[in-house]
């Protein structure tokens, strides 16, 4: 089988459309997520719309940087739930802690947006501009009208100025020395860099601490858990692995996209096909985009706190790892490239997790879907998913088929997702009484 090649790992392939099925009767999970006012009816559109411009503008198809995109979504869409809450408050707010006068929400969320993005991606500003146009030149000019734009700036202002001192533009790219040491990370092949060591520490937007859910330790080399998860990734994830059936190489390939593209693509295709109003679309997207960026933090803090060699480095190693159920293969290479980070523990697996957590309570623990991939071979092709838990933990395990996590770190990596998506859900944006 053809292994798929790029040149860097942090580049990102894109399509330009997303929804492919999802079924009309999914309802809300629970009363905290029912609409009781007649606010929530009004469509959702503009929400789906403007995450849409937020995949576009942050690169699409060109996308390098997806710690900076995923903060851009949360930034994104917690503007425009502030500003719809400000003309009409629903929820609680999280940037922006004052009504603004009675205006269109419209007009609110998409100015918001467009607010939010222009000072993120300003080389985008024409099709950021039209988008705006799109949204609200339909709206009659009036009071509430320019209310609405009035509220989208101030959430936009108050969401931007929250982040404006992070340190997410520091330069991403750092190295380090080769490391003898058994169990200890190295740079792997083509990628011999490492990428943002310093989001370890990136202000949050909703945990306590980077550290609040780090994962326990990764299993020590001489054991048998190990042993195991070392043959696994060994067998399965090898380039033109003899076991890896078609299908496992599949899925192995159409979720290694970067998963704020996967994840908000899935959101888009749930709230489009559901009764969520636009409130409760906003506050989900709020919600889903926060767990997600502080998924990376969390597992970037644990990460380099563990400091765990790969999958490559530790196969072609294994000579010195001092385990007996271990065989080394100095010419092992995984089926995708690996991403220049340490392995433990996966937060493509944390982020899988904290975003079906989010989902699951607004649209229910057995919702399927059908989607496509931007990574997929071939292009456009859909998968099928029973339940949102379903494809969590095929995009989990689709790394030990890439051969780029030993499956421990999966696990780990899911574990984290779960905690950091329900603590996200039970302490921000929770309704007003």
């Known amino acids: 089988m053809k292994r798929i090649q790029t040149s860097l790992v942090i580049l990102g392939f894109s399509l330009s459309l997303f929804i492919v099925g999802c079924k009309k009767t999914d309802m809300p999970a629970d009363k905290r997520s029912q609409p009781s006012h007649a606010a929530d009816m009004l469509s959702n559109q503009v929400i789906l719309d403007w995450n849409n411009a937020a995949f576009l503008a942050e690169g699409g198809a060109t996308l390098q940087h997806a710690l900076l995109a995923v903060r851009s979504d949360a930034m994104v869409h917690i503007a425009m739930h502030d500003a719809i809450n400000a003309v009409n408050p629903l929820y609680e707010s999280y940037a922006l802690h004052q009504q603004q006068a009675a205006g269109d929400p419209i007009a609110a969320a998409a100015t918001a947006a467009h607010r939010v993005l222009l000072a993120l991606w300003p080389d985008n500003a024409a099709m950021l501009n039209a988008q705006l146009d799109a949204s609200i030149s339909g709206i009659p000019a009036g009071a509430e009208k320019t209310n609405g734009i009035a509220a989208g700036i101030a959430a936009a202002n108050a969401t931007l100025a929250l982040r404006a001192s992070d340190g997410a533009y520091q330069n991403p790219i750092s190295f380090i020395p080769v ?137 072609q190693a294994a000579a010195n790892d001092g385990n007996n159920k271990t065989e080394p293969d100095p010419n092992w290479v995984s089926e995708m490239i690996t991403p220049p980070v340490p392995d433990y523990p996966s937060t493509h697996s944390t982020l899988g997790n ?30 099928t998913f029973k339940s949102l838990m379903q494809a969590a933990d095929e995009n989990a395990n689709s790394r030990v088929m890439a051969g780029i996590h030993f499956p421990f770190a999966c696990k780990a990596g899911q574990k984290m997702g779960d905690q950091i998506g329900k603590w996200t859900v039970q302490h921000h944006l929770e309704r007003l009484k």
């Open 179 to 315: 490391s003898t040491v058994p169990g200890v990370y190295n740079s792997v092949p083509p990628n011999l860099f490492v990428f943002a060591e310093f989001w370890k520490t990136m202000p949050l937007f909703s945990l306590s601490s980077h550290d609040q859910f780090r994962s326990p330790p990764p299993p020590a080399l001489h054991t048998g858990a190990y042993a195991n998860g070392f043959n696994e990734v060994k067998a399965y994830g090898e380039a033109n692995s003899a076991v890896r059936s078609q299908d496992q190489t599949d899925y192995a390939r159409w979720w290694y996209e970067f998963s704020n593209i996967g994840w908000n693509r899935i959101a888009r295709i749930k709230a489009a096909g559901s009764s969520l109003g636009l409130y409760n679309t906003a506050r989900m997207f709020a919600l889903l985009n926060m767990a997600m960026a502080d998924s990376y933090t969390a597992g970037w803090d644990s990460k380099f706190f563990y400091n765990f060699w790969r999958p490559y480095t530790a196969i």
């Open 354 to 383: 904290a975003a079906a957590t989010v989902l699951i309570q607004f649209f229910g623990e057995n919702s399927g879907f059908t989607s496509i991939s931007t990574t997929s071979v071939p292009a456009n092709m859909p998968r």
